[in-house]
């Protein structure tokens, strides 16, 4: 891929949030999912987009509240491991698992295309991700936390924005998760006896 594309990426997103926040936070942060995603196959950033941003620890996550808060943005919603705020009719979801390191978060991303991650000094990114981005493949990297009706609403999401499913992969997404079901269900029952 051609360096300006990265250079230009780095710059859009500094400009963006990311110089400002990193600054205020102690670089404890950094941008993943859709937007980078949508970078990438030249999609532009549209008001009202959310902005996936992954905190490093909880330091950063004390700093980026109060950049927001000083931002005046508003707090739309609000859970242990996320909050969103709107800043300039756009969504920041910040994501509170603290994942020090891109690729540590990477494995709990649910599809390759979303993959994409920027610290602002440097794009980070699953082998194969331009690849599928070219040919618009839905690859599923992981199914932690993922419930099946949510990994069903993901899928068809990304086939409505052009991307496709193929038989070989929509076999092995339900191959694991129904693996993840039996897990989840061999837990809860060994839950349940030692509770007696």
Known sequence: MNESVFDNGLKFFNNLILKELNE????GCYIGGGAIR???????????SDID?????????????????KKNAVLTYSTNHAQMFKLNNKFYDLHYQFYVEPF???????????CGMCDGNKFYYPHNYFLH?????????SFNGYNI???????????LKGYKLSWEESKRIN??????????????????????
């Open 175 to 196: 191959t694991e998760m129904t693996r993840y079901l039996i897990n989840i269900n061999k837990e809860a029952g060994r839950d349940a006896a030692t509770a007696h």
């Open 24 to 27: 205020f936070t102690n670089n």
């Open 149 to 159: 009706e949510l990994l069903t609403q993901r899928v068809q999401k990304m086939v």
């Open 133 to 141: 981005l070219a040919t618009r493949s839905i690859i599923w990297n």
């Open 104 to 114: 540590e978060a990477m494995k709990y991303i649910d599809m390759t295309v979303s």
């Open 53 to 69: 941003i992954w905190v490093k620890n909880k330091d950063a996550k004390i700093k980026a509240i109060e950049f927001f808060n």
């Open 38 to 48: 949508n970078y990438f196959t030249g999609i532009p950033l549209k008001d009202y």
